[in-house]
């Protein structure tokens, strides 16, 4: 089965410095990938998604890229700022509204 | 912007007793899901519903879970004989028609306690 691994852990930038999150992925058959944000004790957010047909997607301050060849998947936050604090997850599914399999999460710092 | 809702938003259960956890998807969606998120853990796929029946379950989904459409509104989780490990925070989601990918939005989660 499908399995996403996430990098880093954690991360610490300084604010207004960017953000990078990788994840790969296993299943060359997954064609959407997702990211959302969680606060701490809330929903996870979606804050941008990019499928297969696409190399890169940008959102204001927020990008993602996809490189199917390799198989992973970044997001890119720039010009961080404390309330981008928060843990982020990816997640890769199948699409058709097939279930997210998840990365274990970045836990981002934005230090003033 | 519509929502998903859960209710309770924590629940504390002894041990072998049955919870039914509930969840109101967002109103003309028609993918229902429930995940699961033991504390500091990664979020994990318990079922999808469509159609009236289950679409997709994972390995933890066995026969101590159950899901139901009891109405034109409601979905819910049944977790009967609740075990320790059981404890975790269970996320609804839910999304839109068919074709392509359709975003899954979530509630705000309840919190399963099991003593």
């Known amino acids: 089965g499908e399995n996403v691994e996430q990098h880093p852990s954690t991360l610490s930038v300084q604010e207004g410095d960017s953000a990078v999150i990788k994840c790969t992925y296993s299943d060359s058959a997954s064609n959407y990938f997702p990211w959302y944000k969680q606060e701490l004790g809330k929903r996870p957010q979606l804050i941008i998604d990019i499928r297969s047909n696409v190399g890169e997607k940008k959102d204001q301050r927020i990008a993602v890229t996809l490189n199917k060849t390799a198989k992973h998947f970044s997001l890119h936050i720039t010009e961080t700022q404390p309330e981008d604090s928060a843990v982020y997850f990816c997640?890769?599914?199948?699409?058709?509204?097939?279930?997210?399999?998840w990365g274990a999460g970045t836990k981002l710092i934005i230090k003033p | 912007e519509p929502e998903v809702t859960q209710t309770p938003s924590h629940q504390v259960t002894q041990m072998g007793q049955e919870v039914i956890l509930r969840c109101v998807p967002i109103s003309n969606h028609l993918y229902f899901y429930w995940y699961r998120q033991i504390l500091g853990q990664k979020v994990e796929f318990l079922v999808s519903f469509y159609n009236n029946e289950i679409s997709e379950k994972s390995e933890i989904f066995d026969d101590q879970f159950s899901v139901e459409r009891p109405d034109g509104s409601n979905f819910t989780l049944k977790i009967r004989s609740t075990k320790l490990e059981d404890s975790a925070m269970y996320f609804c989601a839910s999304s839109g028609g068919t074709g392509g990918n359709q975003p899954q939005h979530f509630g705000d989660g309840t919190r399963l306690s099991i003593l």
């Open positions: 997640a890769a599914s199948k699409g058709g509204n097939y279930q997210l399999i």
